[in-house]
T-cell receptor, first 114, second 110 residues
Framework: ETGVTQTPRHLVMGMTNKKSLKCEQH?????MYWYKQSAKKPLELMFV???????ENNSVPSRFSPECPNSSHLFLHLHTLQPEDSALYLC?????????????FGQGTRLTVV | KQEVTQIPAALSVPEGENLVLNCSFT??????LQWFRQDPGKGLTSLLL?????REQTSGRLNASLDKSSGRSTLYIAASQPGDSATYLC?????????FGKGTTLSVSS
């Protein structure tokens, strides 16, 4: 596989459930990102990882917990979510976080919280 | 704080027309500007990347320009086709991540 792959593509979960989103990149990049896309809003940055280290948390509630075991894999662990957390969650990667490099996105996970 | 605005929010054109999508940003201190395409319910596909030192980039029927001093970028689509129907997003890189506009939803009718 090439590019950035996200699983699952769709997820429905109750407010008391615990689930995880997975992202894998096959581009040899060192930086990975989680973005949230809600209806009528621009994409919002959630977390940034560079060489497995979290470098940015954009004031995200603690019910979202990221994990980056290596430069190729990124997870977003979800627990006790709210209905307003329903959105498209997008993972992205880039060569580094210097700002000059191109970002590549996955197909996203459509999350519905019921 | 960087803000990115895209106008218009939606655009409908007949097949074959040439069209321009607009993107403006408030802070000219950007590293690059990227244009993406997003089909309904899908992820983002990178179309063009313009570095801050460049004025334009071309890929096939697409041409993107960048004017840092005025805080503007345009995406020109030549000879539009129904397959071009999608939402087009621009994003400015001002540091560790991208700042996105809300997008322009394009509909091309045959």
């Amino acid at each position: 596989e090439t590019g950035v792959t996200q699983t699952p593509r769709h997820l429905v979960m109750g407010m008391t459930n615990k689930k995880s989103l997975k992202c894998e990149q096959h581009l040899g990049h060192n930086a990975m990102y989680w973005y949230k896309q809600s209806a009528k809003k621009p994409l919002e940055l959630m977390f940034v990882y560079n060489f497995k280290e979290q470098t940015e948390n954009n004031s995200v509630p603690s019910r979202f917990s990221p994990e980056c075991p290596n430069s190729s894999h990124l997870f977003l662990h979800l627990h006790t979510l709210q209905p307003e957390d329903s959105a498209l969650y997008l993972c992205a990667s880039s060569q580094d976080t210097q700002g000059y490099t191109e970002a590549f996105f996955g197909q996203g996970t459509r999350l519905t919280v019921v | 704080k960087q803000e990115v605005t895209q106008i218009p929010a939606a655009l409908s054109v007949p097949e074959g027309e040439n069209l321009v999508l607009n993107c403006s940003f408030t802070d000219s201190a950007i590293y690059n500007l990227q244009w993406f395409r997003q089909d309904p319910g899908k992820g983002l596909t990178s179309l063009l990347l313009i570095q801050s030192s460049q004025r334009e980039q071309t890929s096939g029927r697409l041409n993107a320009s960048l004017d840092k001093s005025s805080g503007r970028s345009t995406l020109y689509i030549a000879a539009s086709q129904p397959g071009d129907s999608a939402t087009y997003l621009c994003a400015a890189s001002a540091g560790t991540a991208l700042i996105f506009g809300k997008g322009t939803t394009l509909s091309v009718s045959s």
